[in-house]
């Protein structure tokens, strides 16, 4: 967890599993919160706007924004709305995609 951001980790006690995000391995714990569990990890921006390309993350953490959209098998999906699971490969959407 990265010790500078102003998210805590609250997956402590739970196994840690591997994920990738935007190419990058991740260890995350298992079943929590995806958005929160990213957050956690230093991952700040989950997209970027398709009119001014400017980085997006969560930001209402309930499914009503769609700033963490990621993309998950081809399909974008809220990441505040997904737990951590093991093996999961996330992108970040491409532009326009919602």
């Known amino acids: 967890m990265n010790n500078a951001l102003p998210f805590h980790d609250l997956g402590e006690g739970r196994a840690l599993v591997a994920v990738t995000f935007a190419g ?3 260890r995350l714990p298992e079943g929590a ?3 929160a569990a990213l957050l956690g990890a230093g991952i700040t921006s989950f ?4 009119a001014s390309g400017a980085p997006r993350g969560p930001f ?3 499914g009503a924004c769609f700033d963490c959209l990621v993309e998950v098998d081809g399909i974008s ?3 505040c709305m997904m737990e951590v699971t093991p093996g999961l490969i996330l992108h970040m959407p ?3 995609e919602r």
């Open 94 to 96: 491409q532009a326009g």
């Open 33 to 35: 919160n995806l958005a």
């Open 60 to 62: 209402c953490m309930m």
């Open 24 to 26: 990058q391995d991740l």
């Open 77 to 79: 999906r809220q990441a």
């Open 47 to 50: 997209r970027h706007t398709p």
